[in-house]
């Protein structure tokens, strides 16, 4: 079994980062003999979009005779997605959403003709499935009773991961993180982790069918989509309490 295993976070310190790396630990737990690959966005960016790519994918004449060279970084990434059985990733929430780091992994990840075929319904994945867990950190509170802020990270890094094939995921998320201190830390990311469900893990290791659909106690998009009609207040105002922060 083969986990690849990205980070996000520019930080060392950071709680995301601290968080994949508790994923992998659980999964190793399942599978001891799994080898881990590396994609470091928050340490090695990957470039933005740059007009080569851009140009490949501007046309499907474009994209049936791409520029030498245009597609070189994308399918060196799809090929480290496509080379594993699990995918763990650690990013922080920014500004509602995926880091641009991760956004840049996306634009590089989904491909028509490559990863999606692109339908009259929508686009259709072409990656087999296999489990990803996402760890999220954010400074404040985006799911749950306290949420103080709309998310639109779970439901666009769903979709993304969907729309490539990726569909049994799992996102833990670890909340407050601007009002955790070195102490309460460690408790707050076993909080976040003991709702990880490590059944498709299991079941890749017994040779069973691939999962469709998240099962168990992990969180998928439908789980944690905002309530229609939420308000979005403005972020980190009020209390620690009222952001979502433990009482004291
Ligand atoms: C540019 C930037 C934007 C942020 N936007 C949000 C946000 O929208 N919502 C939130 O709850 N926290 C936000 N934060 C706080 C981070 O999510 C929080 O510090 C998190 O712990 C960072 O992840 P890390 O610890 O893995 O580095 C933001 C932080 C930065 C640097």
């Known amino acids: 079994m083969n986990i690849l295993h990205i980070d996000v976070s520019p930080r060392q310190e950071s709680h995301s980062r601290q968080l994949s790396k508790a994923i992998v630990e659980k999964l190793l737990e399942v599978a001891p003999e799994a080898s881990i690959t590396r994609r470091d966005l928050g340490t090695e960016p990957l470039p933005h979009t ?3 790519y851009a140009g490949a994918l501007a046309s499907p004449a474009t994209l049936a005779a791409p520029p030498k060279g245009a597609l070189d970084v994308s399918e060196a990434l799809i090929r480290e997605v496509e080379a594993a059985d699990v995918i763990v990733i650690g990013t922080p929430m920014y500004n509602f959403t995926v880091p641009s780091a991760l956004k840049a992994w996306i634009d590089q990840i989904l491909r028509v003709g490559r990863t999606m075929k692109s339908t009259p ?3 259709v994945g072409m990656l087999r499935d296999r489990p990803v867990f996402i760890g999220v950190a954010s400074g404040g509170v985006f799911t749950g009773d306290r949420a103080n802020q709309p998310d639109f990270l779970t439901p ?3 979709l993304a991961l ?3 094939g990726l569909k ?14 070195r102490d309460q830390a460690p408790l707050a990311r076993e909080k976040a982790l003991a709702a990880i469900d490590l059944t498709p893990v ?3 290791r017994d040779g069973d069918a691939w999962p469709a659909v998240l099962s168990g106690a992990g969180r998928s998009y439908r789980d944690v989509r905002p309530a229609p009609g939420s308000v979005a207040p403005a972020m980190f105002s009020g209390t620690p309490q009222a952001l979502g922060a433990p009482a004291s």
Not at 168 to 181: H, I, K, S, Y
């Open 156 to 158: 666009y890094l769903s």
């Open 50 to 52: 740059v007009a080569l």
């Open 202 to 204: 299991a079941d890749l």
């Open 162 to 164: 969907r729309s490539v």
């Open 168 to 181: 049994t995921q799992q996102f833990l998320p670890l909340q407050a993180t601007a009002f955790l201190d």
């Open 121 to 123: 319904a929508g686009k």
